[in-house]
T-cell receptor, first 114, second 109 residues
């Protein structure tokens, strides 16, 4: 089945650690995205990638980093510089980047700081 | 500033009691409005895309409509399995999606 796979589902981070969330899609989509979801707030864009080897900062990129070495993969690293990383992280993709295109989401990853 | 406001924040319905959810937006030049369904602890599931005022889309007990300033998601004769949070999103002028905070719906048997 085509879709977006995120792993792990649950992740715990100690203070000062970097952690990486995996996102893989087999939809042959060019564009990929990372969103953060906090209780009572709308989804906020962290980073997006229009195409392989390209990525751009979203609205809340500080403390995060990404790479896009393959079309299928868009991993997100939450660095120790992110002061409030506990949240639900959603990876998404669309056929191409740009207004009007439908964005499809993965199942999400929970990150908790311990 | 482009904004998306959803109301009511939370809604409790008896099974079979039809109702509507509202999504108001203030973006210049609508390039697409989306409705998603999100179950607790899961990613949003795409429901509908609407592009122009007057457009309507239906899926089972759900019907989405669009005007120049707002969209409605009508739930007809809801069942407990329709319980979820419904998210509305619109494309902003800078090619980014703006999301509302969601309508949390609980359908009581």
């Amino acid at each position: 089945d085509g879709g977006i796979t995120q792993s792990p589902k649950y992740l715990f981070r100690k203070e000062g650690q970097n952690v990486t969330l995996s996102c893989e899609q087999n939809l042959n989509h060019d564009a990929m995205y990372w969103y953060r979801q906090d209780p009572g707030q709308g989804l906020r864009l962290i980073y997006y990638s229009q195409i392989v080897n390209d990525f751009q900062k979203g609205d809340i990129a500080e403390g995060y980093s990404v790479s896009r070495e393959k079309k299928e993969s868009f991993p997100l690293t939450v660095t120790s510089a992110q002061k409030n990383p506990t949240a639900f992280y959603l990876c998404a993709s669309s056929i191409i980047w740009g207004s009007g295109n439908t964005i499809y989401f993965g199942e999400g990853s929970w990150l908790t700081v311990v | 500033e482009d904004q998306v406001t959803q109301s009511p924040e939370a809604l409790r319905l008896q099974e079979g009691e039809s109702s509507s959810l509202n999504c108001s937006y203030t973006v210049s030049g609508l390039r697409g409005l989306f409705w998603y369904r999100q179950d607790p602890g899961k990613g949003p599931e795409f429901l509908f895309t609407l592009y122009s005022a007057g457009e309507e889309k239906e899926k089972e007990r759900l019907k989405a409509t669009l005007t120049k300033k707002e969209s409605f998601l009508h739930i007809t004769a809801p069942k407990p399995e329709d319980s979820a949070t419904y998210l509305c999103a619109v494309w902003r002028g800078n090619n980014r999606l703006a999301f509302g905070k969601g309508n949390q719906v609980v359908v009581i048997p």
